[in-house]
C-alpha cells in the first residue's frame, strides 16, 4: 500500500519545479481513508484516487476487472460507505441512496442477473459501470423484469462508471440524476 507521504514525495520528485509539494486537500484526504477502509475489509483492487489540480480528485475511467461482483465488495460496501465522500446534501440520504444501489444489485442477482455488479461509491457519486462493457445486455427480456422486480424502472439506462479525471466532486453525478429524471 502506498501512503499519502509517499505519493506526495513522489509527486515532488517528479514534477520538476522547485518549491514545496502541494498539501492533501481535505477531500483527497477523505477519499484516501475511504479506499484505504475498501482495501483493508477485502478490496485489494480498490482505486486510491490522484489529486488532482485545486484539491480535485483524479481517478480510473473505469473500475479494476471484477472489483465490483468480488466475494467481499458488497460487505466492505456496507463497512466503508461511513467514510466515503459524499457530493451535495445529507450523509444520511446518501448513505440510504447508496444501500438501496446496493439492496437492488443483490436483488438483480437473485433475479438471474449473476454477475450485476454492486454500485461504486467515489467522489461523492453513486455509479455502476457501462453494462454492455462488462458484458451485460440491459435490452434482454431478462435484464428488464430482474430491473423492474428489483425497483430499479428505466434508472438502469442511465447509470455508468465515473469519467476519467472529473474536476469536482460530483461533477458526472448532476449528468446522471438529470438524465435518470428524465428516464422515469
Given at each position: 500500500m502506498v501512503s499519502a507521504g509517499t505519493l506526495l514525495l513522489a509527486a515532488a520528485c517528479g514534477s520538476g519545479s522547485p518549491g514545496p509539494a502541494a498539501s492533501p486537500s481535505p477531500l483527497y484526504q477523505q477519499s484516501l481513508t475511504y479506499s484505504r477502509c475498501m482495501r483493508s475489509h477485502g478490496v485489494p483492487d480498490f482505486p486510491i484516487l490522484k489529486q488532482g489540480p485545486g484539491g480535485s480528485l483524479a481517478h480510473p475511467a473505469s473500475p479494476p476487472a471484477g472489483m465490483l461482483t468480488a466475494p467481499g465488495y458488497d460487505a466492505a460496501f456496507r463497512a466503508c460507505l461511513k467514510l466515503a465522500v459524499i457530493g451535495g446534501g445529507s450523509r444520511a440520504r446518501y448513505q440510504a441512496?447508496?444501500?438501496?444501489?446496493?439492496?437492488?444489485?443483490?436483488?438483480?442477482?437473485?433475479?438471474?442477473?449473476?454477475?450485476?455488479?454492486?454500485?461504486?461509491?467515489?467522489?461523492?457519486?453513486?455509479?455502476?459501470?457501462?453494462?454492455?462493457?462488462?458484458?451485460?445486455?440491459?435490452?434482454?427480456?431478462?435484464?428488464?423484469?430482474?430491473?423492474?422486480?428489483?425497483?430499479?424502472?428505466?434508472?438502469?439506462?442511465?447509470?455508468?462508471?465515473?469519467?476519467?479525471?472529473?474536476?469536482?466532486?460530483?461533477?458526472?453525478?448532476q449528468v446522471q440524476r438529470s438524465r435518470a429524471r428524465s428516464a422515469s
Amino acid at each position: 500500500m502506498v501512503s499519502a507521504g509517499t505519493l506526495l514525495l513522489a509527486a515532488a520528485c517528479g514534477s520538476g519545479s522547485p518549491g514545496p509539494a502541494a498539501s492533501p486537500s481535505p477531500l483527497y484526504q477523505q477519499s484516501l481513508t475511504y479506499s484505504r477502509c475498501m482495501r483493508s475489509h477485502g478490496v485489494p483492487d480498490f482505486p486510491i484516487l490522484k489529486q488532482g489540480p485545486g484539491g480535485s480528485l483524479a481517478h480510473p475511467a473505469s473500475p479494476p476487472a471484477g472489483m465490483l461482483t468480488a466475494p467481499g465488495y458488497d460487505a466492505a460496501f456496507r463497512a466503508c460507505l461511513k467514510l466515503a465522500v459524499i457530493g451535495g446534501g445529507s450523509r444520511a440520504r446518501y448513505q440510504a441512496a447508496a444501500l438501496k444501489g446496493l439492496k437492488q444489485a443483490e436483488c438483480m442477482r437473485t433475479h438471474a442477473i449473476t454477475n450485476f455488479p454492486s454500485p461504486g461509491t467515489l467522489d461523492g457519486g453513486i455509479h455502476w459501470p457501462d453494462f454492455t462493457a462488462i458484458g451485460l445486455d440491459p435490452h434482454t427480456l431478462q435484464f428488464q423484469a430482474a430491473a423492474k422486480a428489483c425497483g430499479m424502472g428505466l434508472a438502469w439506462q442511465a447509470m455508468w462508471w465515473w469519467p476519467a479525471a472529473a474536476a469536482q466532486p460530483g461533477q458526472d453525478t448532476q449528468v446522471q440524476r438529470s438524465r435518470a429524471r428524465s428516464a422515469s
